[in-house]
Nanobody, 115 residues
Framework: QVQLVESGGGLVQPGGSLRLSCAAS????????MGWFRQAPGKEREFVAR???????TYAVSVKGRFAISRDNAKNTVYLQMNSLEPDDTAVYYC?????????WGQGTQVTVSS
């Protein structure tokens, strides 16, 4: 059974950094693109970043240049390095993988950017 477990969230001041991790289990994920989404209170879930099996990455305009997604296939883990955090980055961050017709999500990790 596919499981995604996020960690690394927390409270950080504006301008600070956090690194999120997503540990995947249940199968090998090296052949699949994996991504991060986020959902702020009262808003819809939105795309943040994606990394293909090849390592090619794409980003939402709002985070490009500040966030970096990476993966360690040997550990079945995806990371999201977040720098220069802003209050608008406050949200629950979710890890995602699509396998066939199925979308899998983690439980989410809260990121709060506040002084």
């Amino acid at each position: 059974q596919v499981q995604l477990v996020e960690s690394g969230g927390g409270l950080v001041q504006p301008g600070g950094s956090l690194r999120l991790s997503c540990a995947a289990s249940g199968r090998s994920f090296s052949s699949y693109a994996m991504g991060w989404f986020r959902q702020a209170p009262g808003k819809e879930r939105e795309f943040v970043a994606r990394i293909a099996w090849s390592g090619t990455s794409t980003y939402a305009v709002s985070v490009k240049g500040r966030f970096a997604i990476s993966r360690d296939n040997a550990k079945n883990t995806v990371y999201l390095q977040m720098n220069s955090l802003e209050p608008d980055d406050t949200a629950v961050y979710y890890c995602h993988v699509r396998i066939g017709e199925h979308d899998y999500w983690g439980q989410g990790t809260q990121v709060t950017v506040s002084s």
